[in-house]
Each structure stands twice: as structure tokens, then as C-alpha cells.
């Protein structure tokens, strides 16, 4: 049987330093910089420890996610197709830059393909 998308993924630290790092670029990303401006670091911390559970979770690793949904979460941001298109690309060079190979990143472009309808209103 093959391992969880969790467990090749480097398990929970492995997940933890994806999250971090793709939540941290998209801050400071021209494009999607503005998603996260005037929040307090409080909120922004809570926001990417609920990222990491949601995506441990989501990969088969034990981890109680206690967030809102997806399309809840993000309704009303007026995220749009270049937002995403510039999210997905955030993603794979993290990827890439962590060694992630091409069989995991694809899943994990699955995962967030799953997810794209939930998440992209504009
Ligand atoms: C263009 C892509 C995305 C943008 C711009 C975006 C933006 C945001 C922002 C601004 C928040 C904070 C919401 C708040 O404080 O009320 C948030 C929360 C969150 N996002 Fe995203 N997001 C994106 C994609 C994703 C994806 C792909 C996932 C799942 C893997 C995800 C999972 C979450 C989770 C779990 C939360 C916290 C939920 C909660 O507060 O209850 N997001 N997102």
C-alpha cells in the first residue's frame, strides 16, 4: 500500500514548512499581498496554524481541524482566476524548492484543484 499523501509529504513538519512558506510568499506577493493587509499578527498566525491542520487533515494525517469550511472561509473575497493561477504557482515553487517530487506535487495540485470552486468567486 502506498503511504499517505501526509506521510511522503515529510508529515506534519514537512506540511507545516510548505504551509508556512507558501502563506508567507503570498503576502508579500504584488498580486496576492492585498488578501492579507491590515490584519493583526494574532489573526495571522491563528489563520496559518487552521492552513496547517486543514492540509494534515486533508492528507491523511491525525489532525482536528476546527476551522469554517472553504467557501465560507473565503466567500466574499473576490478571489479571482489570476489570483489563483498566481496561488497555484506560489505552491509549486515551494514545492520545488523543498524537494517535493513530481508524483506528490501533482497530488497536491489535485488536492487544491478539488478545492478550486470553494475558493474562487470572482
Ligand atoms: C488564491 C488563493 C487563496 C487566497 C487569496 C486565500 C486567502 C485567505 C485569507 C485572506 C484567509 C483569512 C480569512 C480570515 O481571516 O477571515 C484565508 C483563510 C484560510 N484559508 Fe485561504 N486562501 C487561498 C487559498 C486557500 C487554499 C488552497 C486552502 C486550502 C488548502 C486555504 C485554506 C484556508 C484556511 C484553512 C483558512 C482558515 C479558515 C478559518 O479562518 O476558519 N486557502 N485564506
Avoid: C
Amino acid at each position: 500500500m502506498t503511504d499517505s499523501l501526509y506521510s511522503r509529504l515529510g508529515a506534519y513538519d514537512g506540511i507545516a514548512m510548505f504551509a508556512t512558506n507558501v502563506v508567507a510568499a503570498a503576502r508579500k506577493d504584488d498580486l496576492l499581498g492585498r488578501f492579507w493587509t491590515n490584519r493583526g499578527e494574532d489573526r495571522n498566525a491563528q489563520e496559518l496554524q487552521l492552513l496547517i491542520d486543514y492540509f494534515v487533515k486533508a492528507t491523511g494525517g491525525q489532525m482536528y481541524y476546527k476551522g469554517r469550511d472553504m467557501a465560507l472561509t473565503h466567500a466574499g473575497m473576490g478571489i479571482t482566476e489570476a489570483d489563483w493561477a498566481r496561488f497555484l504557482e506560489i505552491a509549486g515553487s515551494v514545492a520545488g524548492d523543498m524537494g517535493v517530487g513530481p508524483t506528490e506535487g501533482g497530488e497536491v495540485m489535485g488536492f487544491f484543484d478539488s478545492l478550486k470552486a470553494d475558493i474562487v468567486s470572482a
